[in-house]
């Protein structure tokens, strides 16, 4: 299972870090994605980190301002998102799978196998 958490409102500028904890398998075989969908739109990939930790991929539109990493020891990954706009509002999801993602694919939802709950994350003044 896959439990994402740390949403809320912030005002624009800010920062807010979202969580991603997965219990059940060890998170460490796995890639995990960052989605998120905003009403009426379609889910968007937002950012993955591979199994290695080493490598990660992010969307043009967040590229610099956030920042995904891992904590294997915790099975925890984590978004830091930084210098928030409102375009940025949207419900967040966390998702994994064993296989490795490419720059080409790693914004791909059809290609994870398990998927969190959303936490919603909402820029306003």
């Known amino acids: 299972q896959l439990q994402a958490s740390g949403g809320g409102l912030v005002q624009p500028g800010g920062s807010l870090r979202l969580s991603c904890a997965v219990s059940?398998?060890?998170?460490?075989?796995?890639?995990i994605g960052w989605f998120r969908q905003a009403p009426g739109k379609e889910r968007e990939g937002v950012a993955c980190?591979?199994?290695?930790?080493?490598?990660?991929y992010y969307a043009d539109s967040v590229q610099g301002r956030f920042t995904v990493s891992r904590d294997n020891a915790k099975n925890t990954v984590y978004l830091q998102m930084n210098s928030l706009k409102p375009e940025d509002t949207a419900v967040y999801y966390c998702?994994?799978?064993?296989?490795?993602?490419?720059?080409?694919?790693?914004?791909?939802?059809?290609?994870?196998?398990?998927w969190g709950q959303g936490t919603l994350v909402t820029v306003s003044s």
């Open positions: 998702a994994a799978d064993r296989r490795p993602k490419r720059y080409s694919n790693y914004d791909d939802p059809s290609l994870y196998h398990y």
């Open positions: 059940g398998f060890t998170s460490d075989y796995y890639t």
């Open positions: 980190i591979q199994n290695s930790g080493s490598v990660t």
